[in-house]
């Protein structure tokens, strides 16, 4: 059963505010059968140095730690042959358990393990339109195979969750991915939020779609959550500024330990050192869970601060500083104070689960 909304914000909240590490993704392999144009993974062939005894020993720790919402993704995530022994475990142990997978491997052995596994199947869908949807993962025959896990899933009755991406190469087919959803009872998140790839390439940005072309859209039903207007007794207004590091970390299949998915630099490895090592001790985590309102030097006296969904990694990355305004982040304000929506309506990237992770 889900936490209603204020009951959840209240718990992340305190999970950042010590230092919790609630909502945990670890990227099993980087491995994929997809090379979708706007991934934000740079090296497909990174090798996969967690060995499932180490995934395994990962999961109790997490336990330990206070984890609650655990993802298991990739690169692609059935590509790699243990998932089904860390996934039962990561489910003995009571984790909300995510899958995240592109769909084109699932056949009735993965069906089933899903359903025995009670878990959220999350599947990226970036159009109904063949041509659009394999010119963005560039991989031919891509679209009738994912359709087909997709369908597969959904006649066991996994819950599924749709992640599209709005980009230029797809922004028209936004509401025929939404009319399908509905059609087959699965729930959808679209999001208008491209990265960088985790190693600052930008090339994918030219993927974005321009800011009139958003406004299209903007106010709708394709809001990727909502974002809660700043309260004086908002306990996040004097908390971190952002899930990385605070309430999540991302785990790479090469035992590094990020502060999220996509902002660059690794607070230590799993190979070396316990999860809680690094967790507690990280220099780099140490710093990016500290960061407060106050210390962004140009955004701690902006009035838009509360709803321009300002990123750590893209003020890093597209603008150079951690501790500055984020370019993107500045036009998203500009758009919500331009249509007149309130706060609550900003297009931000929160699944719902417990993080901000952009959908790949």
């Not at 059968?33 to 090798?47: G, W």
């Not at 406004?215 to 394709?222: E, I, K, L, S």
């Not at 601060?305 to 370019?327: F, M, N």
Request: hydrophobic share 40%; proline share 5%; net charge neutral.
């Amino acid at each position: 059963m889900s936490l209603p909304i204020l009951h959840q914000d209240r718990l992340l909240a305190k999970a950042a505010q010590r230092a919790i590490p609630i909502d945990v993704s670890i990227e099993l392999t980087h491995h994929c059968n997809f090379r979708c144009q706007h991934c934000y993974i740079p090296d497909f062939q990174a090798p996969d140095r967690l060995t499932t005894e180490r995934v395994l020993a990962l999961l109790d720790e997490l336990a330990e730690m206070g984890t609650l919402f655990l993802t298991l993704t990739g690169g692609e995530l059935f590509l790699r042959r243990d998932w089904l022994t860390i996934a039962r475990r990561a489910r003995r142990l009571g984790f909300a358990l995510r899958l995240f997978s592109n769909g084109t491997l699932i056949d009735d052995e993965v069906v089933q393990a899903c359903v025995a596994l009670d878990a959220l199947v999350e599947i990226s869908l970036y159009s109904m339109d063949c041509q659009v949807f394999e010119e963005i993962t560039c991989r031919p025959g891509s679209f009738a195979k994912t359709l087909r896990g997709i369908e597969a899933l959904r006649r066991a009755q996994v819950p599924v969750l749709l992640k599209m991406p709005m980009m230029t190469l797809n922004l028209d087919g936004v509401e025929a991915v939404r009319a399908y959803a509905g059609s087959i009872g699965a729930e959808v998140q679209v999001s208008p939020t491209i990265m960088a790839k985790k190693d600052g390439d930008t090339s994918t940005l030219a993927l974005r779609i321009d800011q009139e072309e958003l406004a299209r859209h903007f106010g709708g039903p394709h809001s990727g959550c909502q974002v809660m207007s700043e309260r004086p007794d908002d306990p996040r207004r004097d908390g971190p500024q952002c899930a990385a590091a605070s309430r999540y970390c991302n785990i790479t299949s090469a035992g590094d330990v990020m502060a999220c998915n996509i902002l660059p630099g690794s607070g230590g490895n799993i190979l070396q050192q316990s999860f809680r090592q690094v967790w507690e001790h990280s220099p780099w985590l140490n710093e990016v869970r500290s960061i407060r309102r106050r210390d962004l030097h140009t955004c701690k006296d902006c009035s838009k601060i509360s709803y321009c969904g300002r990123c750590h990694a893209q003020a890093l990355v597209e603008d150079g500083d951690l501790y500055g305004p984020s370019t993107f982040a500045q036009q998203r304000a500009e758009l919500l104070e331009r249509q007149g929506a309130p706060a609550s309506e900003a297009l931000t990237d929160r699944t719902p689960s417990a993080t901000g992770r952009s959908p790949r």
